[in-house]
């Protein structure tokens, strides 16, 4: 009777979670709101608002594109592409995985006062990152504009990128967000080790500068997924390992956020 009762429990909890993400999902309208008014709230006051982030990708890219590619002996028209992509394209990954700490913790008062799924919250940081990231491309215009660099078809395998981008920070977000709720001290130590992979991941150097050890780099699951965009972009395409080493991550994410969102959901409003 007694396991019974605890495989109903757990067939509840999985039902609860499920709906919450039905729910949150059918409330698009409401995160994306709520994502505009954080993006309005941070930049309030501000003349050029979210451009800032855009003007200050535009300046790394000048100062770092000339300097490190003259180090690493290559040429600038090759460089600064490959350099502008990395910092771009890095600008969303990590800002999706520093937000994600904060999913829950940043909308304390929205979850204690009024009843909306839990998966919202995910939904909304995800969205407002994109947006950022929507805004921060253009960062790459001036470098198009610069070097003659013309668009291509290629360029559209960016939104089958962008969109595995977007699919694994969902379960990214689940994981981070419980965490950090429950242990107050994963944000900063998230915040660390996103600091130190900025410079383990090739974004500002290539995987044939370490020769025969390149394959550290290959593997780093940060790089397969900035390749999903800057490969596209660059060119060539990425390989087929790429979107399978990515894919196998996703997987993963899921694996480890479905259990969790299913036996933590109902707690997160005590934790924060």
Sequence with gaps: MQQQSLVRGGESRAALALR??????????????????????????SVLG??????????????????????????????????????ITWGLISALILDACNAFIGSDSIVRSVRLPISLHIFRVVYRNMLFFAHNVLAYVPVMIYLKIL?????????????????????????????????????????????????????????NALGHRAYVATYNPLYMFIELVR??????????????????????????????????????AFWI
Excluded at 20 to 45: C, E, S
Excluded at 231 to 257: E, K, Q, R
Aim: with cysteine.
């Design 20 to 45: 919450d993400v039905i729910d949150g999902v059918k409330a698009y309208p409401i995160w994306m709101t709520l994502a505009w008014q954080d993006i309005r709230q941070r930049y309030r006051r």
């Design 50 to 87: 979210p451009f800032w982030i855009t003007l200050t990708m535009v300046v790394t890219i000048a100062g770092m594109g000339p300097l490190y590619g003259a180090l690493l002996n290559i040429k600038m028209e090759e460089f600064v592409p490959y350099l502008a992509l990395g910092i």
């Design 151 to 207: 668009p291509s078809a290629q360029w559209l395998m960016v939104i089958p990128g962008l969109l595995i981008i977007v699919i694994a920070a969902i379960p990214l977000s689940v994981i981070l967000g419980i965490f950090c709720a429950r242990f107050r001290d994963m944000q900063p130590i998230v915040g660390s080790i996103v600091q130190l992979a900025f410079f383990v991941t090739p974004i500002f150097w290539k995987p």
């Design 231 to 268: 490969g596209p972009l660059y060119g060539p395409l990425p390989d087929a390992s790429v979107y399978i080493g990515t894919g196998i991550t996703t997987v993963i994410l899921f694996a480890i956020a479905i259990p969790l969102f299913i036996r933590f959901r109902s707690r997160i």
